[in-house]
């Protein structure tokens, strides 16, 4: 039993995609002058997307891409060459800055294991802030249309292939006027598309996305038209805490 209420005749759904945050950093970056950790202390939990609020807060929805994991234990650290976490407070970093969703589908969320992972999605919860995940969609509502959102990570295999099926399908039963696709996938760094992006792009457009929207490359990628699906790539970095003096300083939105 679901009721929809009726879509008004004509509405406007703004929504604005941004790249890669990485609220906190590795560990031990966390008493650096002038890491992530001290300068929030010193500046503020405004200050990360205080540039940005102007255009954050003018629409209906913010997404960005969390990389990283928001908790207060660093127990259960993956092996691995960068593990970034912050502390679960800063969820108020994005509330302040009119982020009002995140995707969770990266390769840092699991950098400090399933617990991490629980306490991330625990602290954002609390936030109201909404999550997105290769297992999880994300419904943005308004005026009674709805937007649905999927996401994957490295490449579709056929797993992965026949899950956005079937989330395509429960969107589009939902009422969804239009859903929209977020990749994780590509070669960090790189200034063109990997042939796993294309692919990842080229698969969504075909269940049926109207926007493909991606990162995990640090650096801004092109725009392709996909018949009629624009595909954004890699929007770079956006608040990134991960270097402490990033050598690509590009950001898309």
């Known amino acids: 039993n679901m009721a929809f209420a009726m879509p008004a005749e004509e509405s406007e759904l703004i929504l604005t995609f941004a790249g890669d945050c990485t609220l ?4 031990e970056l966390r008493r650096h002058t002038d890491g992530f950790a001290q300068t929030v202390e010193r500046e503020g939990m405004a200050y990360p997307f205080s540039g940005l609020l102007p255009l954050f807060s003018a ?20 092996e691995k060459q960068f593990t970034f976490i ?21 390769n840092h969320t699991m950098d400090f294991g399933r617990r991490g992972y629980e306490d991330t999605q625990a602290a954002l919860s609390a936030a109201g802030i909404g999550q997105l995940m290769q297992d999880q969609v994300l419904v943005i509502q308004k005026d009674g249309y709805r937007i ?21 399908d429960a969107l589009k039963a939902l009422g ?5 696709h977020v990749m994780h996938a590509g070669v960090e760094y790189a200034d063109q598309p990997s042939r796993q992006q294309r ?4 698969l969504a457009a075909e269940q049926g996305a109207t926007l ?40 898309a939105l």
């Open 212 to 251: 493909v929207v991606g990162h995990h490359p640090h650096a801004v990628q092109g725009v392709e038209w996909m018949d009629s699906v624009p595909v954004f790539y890699s929007l770079g970095n956006t608040c990134f805490g991960g270097n402490r003096n990033p050598s690509v300083r590009q950001g």
């Open 176 to 180: 969804c006027h239009a859903i929209l």
């Open 24 to 27: 906190g950093g590795e560990p």
């Open 199 to 202: 692919e990842v792009a080229r």
């Open 59 to 78: 629409d209906d929805v913010t997404l960005v891409n969390l990389e990283g994991v928001l908790s207060e234990s660093t127990a259960n650290r993956a």
């Open 86 to 106: 912050g502390d679960p407070a800063y969820t108020e970093i994005l509330s302040l800055g009119s982020v009002e969703a995140v995707t969770l589908a990266n």
């Open 148 to 168: 649905g959102l999927t996401a994957s990570v490295f490449g579709l295999n056929a797993a992965d292939q026949q899950q956005l099926t079937a989330q395509m």
